[in-house]
């Protein structure tokens, strides 16, 4: 079997890091031939993913150039994959609009978060091209039920195949963290976008009281960095940038005392498995797919500073490290998707 993976950028996010580990996981134990598509070019991770051997087709230009819709066709049709999967609103748009005509290889469209916001026009299209999607795929039941409600999908066709986690990378410190007096080191790991909450962490910060002696550090990188170190100056917080090895990630959480999650949405985030794989206290929002990654969170409302105060003011004190809940790792990720291509191959026959 040949499949085509289809992603608008190639960044290492949460989604991006999960179908690199699906791909490779896969190419391993040859469940499949991967051929990974981005449709922006020049992505460095998108790079170390050539390195490591798997084959990588790269656009550029304007989305809405028709011109590069009929070449994402030609890649598409031409290259002998048995199924074509897409990752996210845009290039789940992008590649059914590519594949618009009498003949086309099936379809798997992943969803990666609950996504209410989305408008009413990108509702449409999405219902528009439910006749070029065979199946779906969510990373949690909250997402599959946003694919029935945004897509107009029916429930049968909805998969949900939660997020691997590597084990061996992703595991509590050998020593416990010793601070030597130091203040608690409290930290994050996201795209700095709005829907991440990040400017609510900040807000938090500022109503911690100064008897808690602690930094903040926020891993990532995103078009949000400027406004977010405007907003905390004078305040504790770092942002040194984005870790794009999950080795460095996890050697990252292993230097914390708490961990923090403060999105206004998610679907199921890698970080929270992660950070409760190396035995790290957790604070998250109450944000879709949270409740169900790991137990012994300390939960609180999106955009609620005051709550998250609080709650990392508790862990701090009193802490309670999380627990992962339902882990698998890349190959089982890799071979659950396997079955989702021949069912859409055996639908589209």
């Known amino acids: 079997m040949k499949v085509i993976h289809v992603m608008g950028r190639f960044a290492a996010s949460g989604t991006e890091r999960q179908l690199a580990g699906m791909i490779l996981a896969a190419a391993r134990a040859g469940l499949w031939e991967p051929t990974l598509c981005v449709l922006r070019a020049g992505e460095p991770y998108a790079q170390e993913m050539a390195e490591a051997g798997i084959p990588l087709v790269e656009f550029d230009g304007p989305d809405a150039d028709p011109r590069r819709l009929a070449s994402l066709r030609r890649v598409l049709t031409s290259g002998g994959h048995d199924v074509v999967h897409s990752s ?14 009498s003949s086309r290889p099936p379809v ?12 009413k026009p990108a509702r449409a299209v999405d219902r528009a091209l439910r006749p070029l999607t065979d199946e779906w795929i969510g990373n949690s039941p909250d997402v599959a039920d946003f694919v029935v409600r945004a897509h107009g999908a029916p429930r049968a066709r909805v998969h949900v195949i939660r997020n691997g986690i590597d084990t061996d990378v992703f595991h509590p410190a050998g020593e ?12 994050a790991v996201g795209r700095l976008v709005p829907v991440k909450g990040f400017d609510v962490l900040i807000e938090a910060v500022r109503r911690l009281t100064p008897d808690l002696d602690a930094e903040f550090v926020v891993v990532g990188e995103g078009p949000e960095r400027s406004a977010l170190e405007q907003q905390a100056q004078g305040l ?62 300390v939960l609180v409302e999106p955009d609620d500073a005051a709550g998250l ?8 004190l009193h802490p309670v490290p999380a627990r992962p809940l339902g882990v698998q790792s890349f190959e089982a990720v890799a071979e659950a998707h396997r079955a989702v291509y021949a069912a859409a191959a055996a639908r589209r026959a």
């Open 88 to 101: 996210l609103y845009g290039a789940n748009v992008l590649t059914r609009l590519a594949l618009v005509g």
């Open 108 to 119: 798997v469209v992943s969803e990666r978060r609950v996504e209410d916001w989305r408008s």
């Open 176 to 187: 416990p963290r010793h601070r030597a007096g130091g203040p608690l080191r409290i930290g």
């Open 236 to 297: 504790p917080v770092r942002f040194p940038g984005g870790l794009h090895d999950p080795s460095a990630v996890a050697d990252f959480l292993r230097t914390l005392d708490v961990f923090v999650l403060p999105s206004r949405s998610e679907g199921l985030p890698n970080v929270v498995l992660e950070a409760a794989a190396c035995g790290l206290p957790v604070v998250s929002t109450r944000a879709p797919g949270i409740e169900g990654a790991a137990s012994d969170l």
């Open 309 to 316: 105060a609080a709650a990392l003011t508790s862990q701090a």
